[in-house]
């Protein structure tokens, strides 16, 4: 079998429009300054994509980017990450998925697929190492995910499929990948607009290698070790899952409860992981490879069927004042018939609840009723009668009908299930985030309620840590190593696991400016530098993470965003939770001053020419 070294560096471009194909080469430029996946997409979108695009329009491009470690065998690295301008903010929008696309197209020679154009009538692409064939989808049109996967996909091969909500618009629609999904910002949406079924690659045509073998075995033994050691990745998600979270954040008080008016509730500990382990037989369902392996299924009301993430369980079940996990796996599967984002999904329906119970609305879903809910999630993704406006997002029925203040999303993007009255520094992260409401751009819950390395109701010290994750994390959205492996690759490192916690916590609270430097992220800078063979020093590396940071906001500010775009929802900084006695609000306006300061924008928000011309952007 023939090898690729580290990347092919050949990105096809297909245009629906014209059925033309071509065949772009990434620069050793463009790979130093921007890495890879989403990186690199970002970089590639910006030379392309005009300005004030409509989303779903002919002129958006989507990306589809495997990540650098992919066909490494690198731990959780079988990732890649899909960027477009999202129809559910009308900004930049991106989403990582585990399924088995991305192996398929980097197996079949290609670091990326850019797709722009739309077609006359439903078409699915066929993309092997030769190129890209157009073939007819009119027979799939209408038809859900799964009948879909089982039609046209085998085990050669790996998919893209969006459902019914992808066809009609949907602007939360998301994009199947094997049993992955490519969640948020409505990118199913975008292939929906371009007549774009489905997307195959046929992989398996070259293996791939790092550029040095040695050093990459040497750090990924090390990764391994760490990941098997370390408590949260180790045990809590490989065992219970993502759902590992539920009592933790409810300790925390933070588990979203009716539409994030309150953090807790006493029947929330019926969703954790353990309890869903205990009696749903789970076993393992994961993205490949994985050495974490978060995912899992069990047996729900005698079916199997994936056990949500937990994400859903907050949206799609506490949220809305449901706490059996066997109605949200049901639920969970439908969104994944149909192709719906549940974070999104759940964000709106509980919207729509309490703007019922406040009669805003008319409606009968109401809190802690499972009843309707099923036939809602089909009204959004056929857009049928109310639907076809819950279709549109919570922040589109707010502005029509009111109730801003309890419109759960920023910049048009439903918020994750972690309620920032009870973690300062992770609302810092959410009020700037690139996509809107995202709880992976700089996850500070972690420090402040998991590890407890970082007092969660101080804002001191939390700009200057959520500007180092935020770096951080476009590095590894770049490599498209699971964002999971932080824990383990951060605090099994000697350094930090052989401090005592209270000098790490008291050093990480009150000098960030030194702890900083002290972080260990060798592990991912090593497995950048063994498998590229361009070697970046640690500084090196995390500036390019900053530089794919500052492009995306400076793209956002292209489509008109400013610092008045980075708040929180009104019910953040302006109301207490129900069962927090001293109502604590977000002091978000301090932190956010700090944040600018440190990122070098302006007063505005707007990133300075400065500063971009100091990144290399322009
Ligand atoms: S830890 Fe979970 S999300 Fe991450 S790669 Fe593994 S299975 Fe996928």
């Known amino acids: ?161 969006i459902g019914p909500a ?9 994009i199947a990948s094997g049993h992955r999904f490519l969640g948020r910002g409505g990118l199913g949406a975008i292939m929906g607009s371009k007549n774009l079924k489905a997307v195959l690659a046929l992989g398996g045509e070259y293996r791939i290698m790092p550029r040095d073998p040695e050093k990459f075995k040497k750090v990924k033994k090390r990764a391994h070790k760490y990941i098997n050691s370390n408590k949260m990745t180790a045990v809590a998600y490989r065992k219970y899952g993502t759902n590992a979270n539920v009592r933790p954040n409810l300790k925390g008080n933070i588990l979203p409860v009716h539409n994030f008016q309150d953090g807790w509730h006493e029947k929330g500990d019926q969703l954790a992981g353990e309890i869903i382990a205990d009696n749903h037989e789970t076993r393992h369902h994961t993205c490949k490879p994985c050495t974490i392996r978060c995912g899992h299924k069990g047996t729900f009301d005698g079916e199997q069927m994936a056990v949500p993430e937990y994400e859903t369980i907050g949206l799609m079940g506490s949220n809305l004042g449901i706490f059996d996990p066997v109605q949200v796996a049901k639920w969970n599967l439908i969104c994944g018939r149909l192709g719906l984002d549940t974070i999104s999904t759940g964000g709106t329906l509980a919207w729509v609840m309490e703007a019922a119970q406040k009669g805003l609305v008319e409606s009968d879903l109401h809190f802690g009723s499972a009843e309707g809910i099923s036939e809602a999630l089909e009204d959004i993704a056929y857009m049928r009668g109310f639907g076809a406006e819950m279709a549109l997002g919570s922040r589109s029925l707010s502005n029509k009908y009111g109730g801003q203040n309890f419109a759960i999303q920023i910049k048009g993007l439903e918020m994750a299930a972690y309620d920032p009255r009870g ?6 992260a959410y009020a700037v985030a690139n ?19 970082l007092r969660p109701d101080l804002t001191y010290g939390k700009a200057r840590w959520v500007k180092f994750f935020e770096d951080l994390t476009c590095c590894i959205n770049a490599l498209q190593s699971c964002q999971f492996t932080l824990y383990a690759y951060l605090l099994e490192s000697p350094l930090t696991k052989y401090t005592l916690d209270p000098v790490l916590a008291l050093l990480m609270q009150y000098m960030p400016q030194v702890a900083i430097l002290l972080v260990d992220s060798s592990i991912y800078n090593g497995l950048w530098n063994s498998v590229t063979g361009i070697p970046l020093s640690k500084n090196q590396f995390l500036r390019a993470g900053e530089r794919i940071h500052v492009l995306e906001r400076y793209m956002n500010t ?40 440190i990122r070098g924008f302006d007063e505005n928000g707007i990133p300075t020419e400065k500063l971009l011309k100091e990144l290399e952007i322009i």
Not at 166 to 172: A, T
Request: glycine share 12%; with cysteine; net charge positive.
């Open 435 to 453: 996509r809107g409401a995202c709880h992976l751009s700089s996850y500070l819950v972690a420090q402040e309620l998991y590890f407890k390395l």
């Open 1 to 161: 079998m023939e090898e690729i070294n580290g990347t092919s560096n050949k990105v096809l471009e297909v245009n629906l429009t014209r059925e033309k194909v071509n065949i772009y080469d990434v620069t050793d430029q463009e790979r130093r300054l921007f890495l890879g996946a989403k990186g690199l997409g970002l970089k590639l979108l910006f030379d392309r994509l005009k300005p004030g695009c409509d989303p779903l329009g002919p002129d958006n491009i989507i990306a589809f980017m495997p990540g650098i470690l992919m066909g490494t065998g690198a731990p959780c690295s079988g990732r890649f990450e899909a960027i477009a301008k999202s129809p559910l903010t009308g900004i930049m929008g991106s989403s990582s998925c585990g399924g088995p696309f991305g192996m398929a197209l980097k197996s079949a020679g290609w670091d990326g697929v850019l797709i722009s154009g739309k077609a006359e009538k439903p078409v699915y692409l066929y993309i092997d190492k030769n190129g890209v064939e157009f073939r007819d989808a009119s027979q799939y049109w209408g038809m859900g995910i799964p009948e879909v996967q089982e039609a046209i996909d085998d085990k050669k091969t790996g998919s893209l499929i």
């Open 423 to 428: 973690s300062f520094g992770h609302g810092l």
């Open 558 to 597: 292209r489509e008109g965003i400013t610092g008045k775009d980075d708040v929180l929802p009104g019910r953040m900084l302006k109301e207490g939770r129900i069962s927090d006695p001293s109502k604590k609000t977000v002091p978000l306006h301090k932190m956010l001053a700090q944040y600018y300061k």
């Open 166 to 174: 992808g066809e009609n618009l949907v602007r939360f629609a998301n």
